[in-house]
């Protein structure tokens, strides 16, 4: 990725994310990384005019995101997507060990077995979705949760709800859940 000071791996972080912010830059990033290996098939696949699919991919090619393969194909630079995301991760202060092992990303990795782990991740994922004193319809918490489950290995949003409840995090009256504050 070009960039003026190699050392400041946020500064490249920030830029990568402001290349995929223009919607016709994401579209051609998209379809490379879905199979499309030349300017019209990544076209074709984004829906994109010849222009913009060729001005999306130059500026995805000047700044690394995108590469050209030996045979002359295309294809994302996922070395860079593993560098980037290994320097974000050493580069995070360091917080509390038990949330950094099974929360990463905003998303549960698994629940700890140790049963004094699993109610700090449970309490961590209360304080972060819910507000105290706010009534939340039973939909509202799944999605919540839900959204929690995504990289999980065998957790979902009803599992997540239940410890809530039992803890005493969430209460729950006629389908309405509100956070409870510690006393």
């Not at 045979?71 to 580069?91: F, N, P």
């Not at 449970?122 to 995504?150: D, K, M, T």
């Amino acid at each position: 990725m070009d960039t003026d000071n190699p050392s400041e791996p946020a500064e490249r972080s920030r830029r990568l994310i402001g290349l995929l912010a223009e919607e016709r830059r994401l579209r051609a990033f998209a379809a490379v990384a879905l199979g499309a290996d030349s300017a019209g098939r990544v076209a074709e696949a984004a829906g994109l005019t010849a222009k913009d699919t060729a001005l999306a991919l130059l500026r995805l090619r000047e700044q690394g995101a995108v590469t050209d393969r030996p045979d002359g194909g295309l294809t994302v630079s996922y070395g860079l997507l593993r560098e980037l995301a290994r320097t974000e991760r050493s580069a995070r202060p360091s917080g509390d060990a038990v949330l950094d092992t099974f929360v990463r990303g905003g998303r549960l990795v698994r629940l700890p077995a140790q049963w004094t782990r699993k109610k700090q991740v449970l309490r961590h994922i209360a304080e972060q979705s819910f507000e105290p004193g706010v009534e939340y319809p039973e939909r509202v918490v799944n999605e919540r949760l839900r959204s929690w489950c995504e990289d999980a290995d065998d957790t979902d949003h009803v599992t997540l709800r239940r410890y809530l409840v039992d803890l005493g995090h969430l209460r729950r009256s006629d389908g309405v859940y509100t956070r409870v504050t510690a006393a």
